[in-house]
């Protein structure tokens, strides 16, 4: 047998608002019943003694003032009080009794006092009140003329009324409960179908996800943020597999493509020098060396790639000026701005930053030539070496032909190339702007582009002073 049972959220949300309807009908029950309980027991030794001041006033009543007493209304008192559980004895003051009811009428009596303890004894098993007998003086014009002697049960008894009247609360407190329980397993009903049922269409569309589903999501609304949060938070974790799927292939077929191309020519040559179609000379084994060389630098990025994205990896970092490990760089690709008629700017102050030089080196000069290579005769390419409160930015902008909007967030990708027509001499191996990134990754830092196409382009490299 189970001890833990796993149940819907349905069914947890329907038994926690019948939970909470239980403790709060018991907790009102309980502190209800104990307020009724000491306020209604004060009432009752209150109303006790006002009815021992109503006999004192109606005895005094009955004497005429002559020493003569009217036995006959006596005698109804004393019987009415036996009905409201009291038991009186009136004496003169020479000590003559006027009335002992419990001699008077002591079937009544004993019977009256037997039913009163059979109640408290019934509904209070802990009762421990006893008999007990209060004397109050008889006034005639201020002049004592009788002592009147209550007995009843004490401090305090219920009567008949009484425990009715408990009773009647009991009930009616046994009646909101009851109520208020299947209120509360209805309303809890509602409300866990109200918030399953958008959460059990998230489940199954995440389910279509993780079956290969991609294009499935929740188009539902609800009026609780956070379901309206998982929701779009689904539907994005979608649209992200999705567009990585088609990364995923189109990266396959991108590398497929990069190998096909050298091992093509590769085989043709080397068949036709094994059929004897071709010369097996010098030449011939140069431009197989040189295909072959393009391969394994393929897969040499392929292993930087993987080596800058480990977790593993660890950076040379130091601290030196970046404005002038630009400039260097800049002496480097002077020559090559000059014969193509760009020009080559730089702006910025003397910066800085706590970084891994070389690793910034391969940053600057991959940006540097893919900006060459993009931009027209006549066009300029800046670099600008920007400070802000707490990072430092590098921007390389350039006056190219731009890339496209859909094509902005891709363009980091493996393989990834925003002109399809480019071929792997014009476009490069597709994963050069996939290593910077892993680069700038690695250093805590970030990178952007903005573009406008056929106007400029700008990569934003923003890195952390410290």
């Known amino acids: 047998m189970k001890i833990f049972m796993k149940h819907s959220l349905r069914t947890r949300l329907a038994l926690s608002y019948?939970?909470?309807?239980?403790?709060?009908?018991?907790?009102i029950s309980i502190a209800t019943n104990v307020f009724m309980e000491k306020r209604f027991r004060v009432y009752t030794i209150q109303n006790q003694e006002r009815k021992n001041e109503q006999l004192v006033n109606l005895i005094s009543k009955q004497y005429d003032g002559r020493g003569d007493w009217d036995y006959n209304s006596i005698n109804d008192i004393g019987v009415n009080a036996i009905g409201q559980g009291m038991i009186i004895k009136i004496s003169d003051i020479s000590g003559k009794v006027l009335l002992d009811a419990s001699l008077?009428?002591?079937?009544?009596?004993?019977?009256?006092?037997?039913?009163?303890?059979e109640n408290m004894n019934k509904y209070y098993p802990y009762w421990n009140g006893k008999y007990q007998v209060k004397s109050y003086p008889i006034n005639y014009k201020g002049s004592k003329v009788a002592i009147l002697?209550?007995?009843?049960?004490?401090?305090?008894?219920?009567?008949?009324?009484?425990?009715?009247?408990?009773?009647?609360?009991?009930?009616?407190?046994?009646s909101v409960g009851v109520f208020s329980l299947a209120f509360a397993l209805i309303l809890g009903a509602l409300m866990a179908k109200y918030l399953s049922t958008p959460i059990v269409r998230v489940i199954r569309t995440a389910e279509n996800i993780s079956s290969g589903y991609l294009k499935n999501r929740v188009i539902e609304k609800s009026k609780v943020n956070e379901i309206n949060l998982l929701t779009s938070t689904i539907n994005n974790l979608a649209s992200t597999l999705e567009k990585q799927e088609i990364l995923r292939k189109r990266m396959s077929a991108d590398v497929a493509h990069e190998l096909r191309t050298p091992l093509t020519t590769l085989q043709g040559n080397i068949e036709g020098m094994i059929d004897g179609i071709w010369?097996?000379?010098?030449?011939?084994?140069?431009?197989?060396?040189?295909e072959?060389?393009?391969?394994?630098?393929?897969?040499?990025?392929?292993?930087?790639?993987?080596?800058?994205?480990?977790?593993?990896?660890?950076?040379?970092?130091?601290?030196?000026?970046?404005?002038?490990?630009?400039?260097?760089?800049?002496?480097?690709?002077?020559?090559?701005?000059?014969?193509?008629?760009?020009?080559?700017?730089?702006?910025?102050?003397?910066?800085i930053v706590f970084a891994d030089k070389d690793k910034i080196s391969q940053v600057i000069i991959n940006l540097l030539s893919n900006a060459l290579k993009y931009t027209p005769?006549?066009?300029?390419?800046?670099?600008?070496?920007?400070?802000?409160?707490?990072?430092?930015?590098?921007?390389?902008?350039?006056?190219?032909?731009?890339?496209?909007?859909?094509?902005?967030?891709?363009?980091?990708?493996?393989?990834?190339?925003?002109?399809?027509?480019?071929?792997?001499?014009?476009?490069?191996?597709?994963i050069g702007l996939t290593i910077v990134k892993a680069i700038i990754d690695a250093h805590e830092g970030t990178i952007t582009v903005e573009s406008d196409p056929n106007r400029e382009t700008k990569f934003i490299v923003s890195l952390p002073k410290n």
């Open 18 to 27: 019948a939970f909470v309807a239980i403790v709060c009908i018991l907790i």
């Open 104 to 117: 008077h009428n002591n079937g009544l009596c004993k019977q009256m006092l037997e039913h009163m303890a």
């Open 149 to 174: 002697e209550v007995g009843y049960y004490g401090p305090f008894y219920y009567n008949d009324n009484d425990i009715a009247f408990i009773g009647t609360l009991n009930k009616l407190l046994i």
């Open 279 to 290: 010369n097996t000379d010098k030449e011939r084994l140069k431009s197989c060396y040189e």
């Open 292 to 351: 072959i060389v393009r391969i394994i630098g393929l897969v040499g990025k392929l292993e930087k790639l993987a080596e800058y994205e480990s977790d593993s990896y660890k950076l040379n970092k130091t601290k030196y000026n970046i404005l002038h490990q630009v400039q260097s760089i800049k002496y480097n690709f002077e020559s090559d701005f000059i014969s193509k008629g760009v020009k080559l700017n730089i702006s910025g102050k003397n910066e």
């Open 377 to 430: 005769t006549g066009g300029e390419v800046e670099i600008s070496v920007v400070s802000k409160k707490d990072t430092l930015e590098l921007i390389i902008k350039d006056t190219g032909q731009g890339i496209l909007q859909e094509d902005l967030p891709y363009i980091f990708e493996r393989f990834y190339r925003a002109d399809k027509s480019r071929n792997r001499l014009t476009g490069g191996s597709g």
